[in-house]
């Protein structure tokens, strides 16, 4: 641990003295011969970023891999976060039905979005994503590829938008602003829902819900169709309980868990597929139907922890809106 403060300390104070390391040149004759940036330029920034040990420790203990639900529903599923999305769509209603309107994706669900990434701006991260992408690219060899991509993106993205890498902030992954957007998600999906021409995912509430609407479009959300729906399953089975651990793309017709014994609501379809989602209470499991609105939910994070997270959070904040008296 030392040595590690000692490295980061020598690159903060003097990143000139430091020479790359065989990845980093490797990374800067990419950019050069793929993107057309400078040699001088990548290298200056990368020798201004600093190595964080904490960003290492957290990417490899994240809490949608370290709790079960009954430990990880409690941080988001709050009365109080409910009220500040109904109150942020209050002060935002007219962008929030503007969103609607032309994506087709609920209000709740930006909102809820929103609330359980940054509570609606409150914690947007610390982290300059420039030692963010460059720590985990570099040096967390499991994730190393995409983070360097992210490192390639975010290069990109502040040439386009006429920004100093050093400056931008964000998650100890490099999630940037309230909607906590990577840069691959910038570049191809944020949008200038002001028209201002700017994409300020910050500070500019029209842009964020713009964005994140975009995002949902764009991934084939379904509107007017459910999200999820609770089962009630009287005997456990081992092909029951083996299901639902990861994410995947429903790929089950409703038919097939009719023969495990499955009662599945009668207002879908045999032919709909599904997926069994099984969520750890402290002394039973909850079963879940995620459909296909579920399934683009966990595009913004493939968690089924995370996408029942913001259903559930949705439905609190929609409950507010629905009792809206303006």
Known sequence: MKKQWILGLILFISPSLWALSNLEQAFVKKMVKEHGFKKAYIEK????????QNIIDAITRPAEKTKEWFEY????ITQRRAKQGYQFWRKNKKTFDKAEQQFGIPAEIIAAIIGVETRYGRFTGGYR?????????????????????????????????????????????????????????????????????????WNNNQDVIGSVANYFHHHHWHPGEAVAIPLKIKKLTSKISQTGRKTKKPDVRLKEL??????????????ELATIIKLEQKKHSDYWLGLHNFYVITRYNHSNLYAMAVFQLSQKIRKLMDNDQV
């Open 45 to 52: 920034y990368l020798k201004k970023a600093v190595y964080k």
């Open 73 to 76: 529903r409690p941080i988001f």
């Open 129 to 201: 994503v420039l030692d963010a992408l460059s720590t985990i690219g570099f040096h967390y060899k499991k994730r190393g590829a995409f983070f360097q991509s992210e490192l390639a993106q975010f290069f990109i993205l502040c040439r386009e938008e006429g920004l100093d890498p050093t400056v931008p902030t964000g998650s100890y992954a490099g999630a940037m602003g309230m909607p906590q957007f990577i840069s691959s998600s910038f570049r191809n999906l944020a949008h200038d829902f002001d028209k201002d021409g700017k994409r300020d995912i």
């Open 258 to 271: 009719k023969v495990l014994g499955i009662k599945t609501p009668t207002e879908l379809t045999d032919i």
